[in-house]
């Protein structure tokens, strides 16, 4: 969450020294990637070519914050927590990304993991694909305005069609709102027993706290100047606060124009030979 349209100074981020070993290996030998088959090779007919599987880590010890029993709110000492862990992992990976000469990363996930050898400690991970690209953009560069590599959680073949189409992602954006859902008194619930009637109270605690994690997100895609936001994904996170506090979380890809004629591929249609998952 930011207002400065300049990025932070990759080439100063602290990366463990095995991490910097295994890109300098990397540079020098063979790419890897978590692509599938199919992604990967859409993304090389987009034009950039993978040049390895980069990451960011922090391990972040969540503080304490109580909500009131009978009000909805906003935890903002957990929000922001969530966010500062959050941005910790995305610098880090970007950091890899700029080490490798990458002018993107597709494919990124964050993922968190809640450890049980320490209480309210947790792992914020982001990891994705970094690429290059064959040729420089009519806008003149791949990288975002703020000077970093551009992120996506994009699939490939989403990838493959928003750069068909003359659009290119900017960034990963993202809002997040950690809520306190007031609890409801004993002679509310009574009066509701066996009736088919809307707890208004919980509607606008859901309500609010979806809008200030949406709007959060445009506000980063604001900062990258972005045309629009692809992708978005609006996630409810309980986490381990209990049943009345949970992150609501948004998340999308900030995309802007190319060109000013949009051709579209017609769509084909695919009939799948297996009842497994696509990517």
Known sequence: MTDTPTGPDLSKVALPK???ARLAD???RLFTSDLTVNEFLLVKQAGFRPVG???GSSVYHVGIQLGKWSKNMELDKLSEAM???RDLAM???EAEADALGADGIVGVRLEIDFKEYGNDLAEFVAVGTAVVADEAPPTGTWRNNRGLPFTSDLSGQDFWTLIQAGYAPQGLVMGTCVYHIAHRGMLASLNTVGANVEIPQYTEAL???RELAMGRMQTEAEVLAAEGIVGVQLLS???RWGGHTTEFFAIGTAVRSLRDDHVIATPTLVLPLTDGPSR
């Open 18 to 20: 095995d991490a910097r």
């Open 83 to 85: 966010y500062h862990a």
């Open 53 to 55: 599987l980069v990451l």
């Open 237 to 239: 996170l309980p986490h």
């Open 91 to 93: 610098t880090r990976m």
């Open 26 to 28: 990397g540079r020098k």
């Open 207 to 209: 309500y609010d706290a």
